[in-house]
């Protein structure tokens, strides 16, 4: 395992592209325009910055990782010499089978490929594929250059020796790999995406207002961030779209996505990335809030 090429480098992809980089791994990093990839690489060179002024890495570190990086927008030319390749593409189904059917067109025989998907089903995406035992899913977290889990997602025909070397694999990056089989929203979004519903809901029902609610959830559960913050980051659009998958999944209207989230995603309001959600992320507001929260 020597070549990543990583397919996207959003939120999710450049922090996966930052990780292995650091690790001395030889990076592809692809997405559709050049304007992306350098957004993803500055991205990158700004949370590399913040580690050397924190003496996490040295100057030289920061250095080598970016070394290690090279970008692409074609997934032909950024992906023929993979040994494996982590799909981090925007969450839409038909986006992501497309990517997989290229891939298993343009890379080795013998490469492993995975999805970063939060929630399509990882058995889904390897039937579009000639190699599904060797398709799998790693599911990082966000930040992904500090969040240890990765969850391993165990598709129908994944082999033990394909889950054993990405195990292994995600290890090597310092993470703490934890396996699960292949049923909608796998464990993390299963228990989270409730939480985040059941909180919309409470907003929605007037019970409490939005500092409230997270502030029962920080101080009364001792969660690091409230849930409804927690949705900003992680994108309500991206809340949205996992429910949904939940809900068609399991056909149990427990995991139906509360009216005004839908209603937030339809009206723009997305969180972070779209400059306002449950809170207000506005230029002057937004440095402040995010790096408080990600401050360690
Ligand atoms: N945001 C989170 O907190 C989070 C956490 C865990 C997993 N995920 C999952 O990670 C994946 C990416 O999410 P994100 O938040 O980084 O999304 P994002 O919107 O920030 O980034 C997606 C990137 O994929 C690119 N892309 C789309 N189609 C492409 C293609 N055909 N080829 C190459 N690049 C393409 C887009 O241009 C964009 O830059 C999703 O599957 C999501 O469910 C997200």
Known sequence: ???????????????????????????????????????????????????????????????????????????????????????????????????????????????ILSSNTSSIPITKIAAVTNRPKQVIGMHFMNPVPIMKLVEIIRGYNTSDEVTKTVVDLSKNLGKVPTEVNDYPGFVANRILMPMINEAVETLYNNVAGVQEIDTVMKLGMAHPMGPLQLADFIGLDVCLSILEVMYDGFKNPKYAPCPLLVNMVRA???????????YDYSENKKAEKVSSQFAS
């Open 1 to 111: 395992m020597k070549h990543i090429s990583i397919i996207g480098a959003g939120t999710m992809g450049n922090g996966i592209a930052h990780t292995f980089a650091q690790f001395d791994y030889k990076v592809s990093l692809i997405d559709v325009t050049k304007d992306n990839l350098d957004k993803g690489i500055a991205t990158i060179t700004r949370n590399l910055d913040r580690m050397v002024s924190k003496e996490k890495i040295s100057e030289d570190d920061k250095k080598r990782t970016l070394a290690n990086i090279t970008t692409f927008t074609s997934i032909a030319d950024g992906a023929k010499n993979a040994d494996l390749v982590v799909e981090a593409a925007t969450e839409n189904e038909k986006i992501k089978l497309d990517i997989f059917r290229e891939l298993d067109k343009v890379c080795p025989s013998e490469a």
């Open 268 to 278: 723009g309001k997305l969180g972070v990335k779209s400059g306002e959600g449950f």
